[in-house]
């Protein structure tokens, strides 16, 4: 990042899924920063800008906010349709999200069943209901804990009314999970960054 210029920064910085954008922002000056998010698209720029508002090590933090989703009332073609155009933003697409007409988050669908369904089926016949979500502000070890309980590979990540805001998928957990264990062996050895002479 250093050596590029904005304008070789900005394609790079556009073709990113906006949680690894957003990982990239903390370790660069606020002031390299906010000149990059400038020289950006300006739906690129609001998504990561939103996203850097979120607590560090939280799941506002980790989540993309590139879904496939669809409403209830919908039918599967239209799920195909917007699983189509999420696949444009996003590279791992396991489960179809299933919202009401305000966003909030009803359920999800397995694209094998999205895919094996007649087209003109409405979506809340093949529909999971009961479907498990991890809130914006839930600490990173948290959610590690909670792909671990749950089996899951992607989480939905919702906010204070249940609106789906984003999404976690298991190998952005498993880099976290790498993450806690490196600093719980640093810790037992006794050179962990924050160690001090009078630590035990």
Same mark, same amino acid.
């Given at each position: 990042?250093?050596?590029l210029?904005?304008?070789?920064?900005?394609?790079?910085?556009?073709?990113?899924?906006?949680?690894?954008?957003?990982?990239?922002?903390?370790?660069?000056?606020?002031?390299?920063?906010?000149?990059?998010?400038?020289?950006?698209?300006?739906?690129?720029?609001?998504?990561?800008?939103?996203?850097?508002?979120?607590?560090?090590?939280?799941?506002? +933090?980790?989540?993309?906010?590139d879904? @496939? *989703? $669809?409403?209830?009332? #919908?039918? &599967?073609?239209? !799920?195909?349709i917007?699983?189509?155009?999420?696949s444009?933003?996003?590279?791992?697409?396991?489960?179809?999200?299933?919202?009401?007409d305000?966003?909030?988050?009803?359920?999800f669908?397995?694209?094998?069943?999205l895919?094996?369904?007649?087209p003109?089926?409405?979506?809340?016949?093949?529909?999971?209901?009961?479907?498990?979500?991890?809130?914006?502000?839930l600490?990173?070890?948290?959610?590690?804990?909670?792909? +671990?309980?749950?089996?899951?590979?992607? @989480? *939905? $990540?919702?906010?204070? #009314?249940? &609106?789906?805001? !984003?999404?976690?998928?298991v190998?952005?957990?498993?880099?976290?999970?790498?993450?806690?264990?490196?600093e719980?062996?640093l810790r037992?050895?006794?050179?962990?960054e924050?160690?001090?002479?009078?630590?035990?």
């Amino acid at each position: 990042i250093d050596k590029l210029n904005l304008k070789e920064i900005s394609p790079i910085v556009e073709n990113m899924e906006s949680d690894e954008a957003t990982s990239l922002f903390d370790e660069i000056s606020p002031e390299k920063a906010e000149a990059i998010l400038n020289s950006i698209d300006k739906e690129d720029s609001s998504k990561i800008r939103s996203q850097l508002n979120f607590k560090e090590n939280s799941a506002g +933090r980790l989540m993309s906010s590139d879904f @496939a *989703a $669809v409403k209830e009332n #919908e039918n &599967v073609r239209k !799920g195909i349709i917007n699983l189509r155009k999420a696949s444009r933003e996003s590279d791992n697409i396991y489960v179809i999200y299933v919202t009401d007409d305000k966003g909030v988050l009803k359920g999800f669908v397995k694209l094998k069943d999205l895919f094996l369904s007649s087209p003109t089926t409405k979506i809340s016949k093949i529909m999971e209901p009961n479907v498990k979500f991890i809130h914006y502000d839930l600490d990173q070890e948290e959610v590690a804990r909670f792909f +671990r309980k749950y089996d899951y590979v992607s @989480a *939905a $990540v919702v906010d204070d #009314e249940e &609106v789906m805001v !984003g999404r976690i998928t298991v190998d952005d957990i498993l880099d976290i999970v790498h993450e806690e264990a490196s600093e719980d062996i640093l810790r037992l050895g006794g050179v962990s960054e924050d160690e001090r002479l009078s630590t035990s």
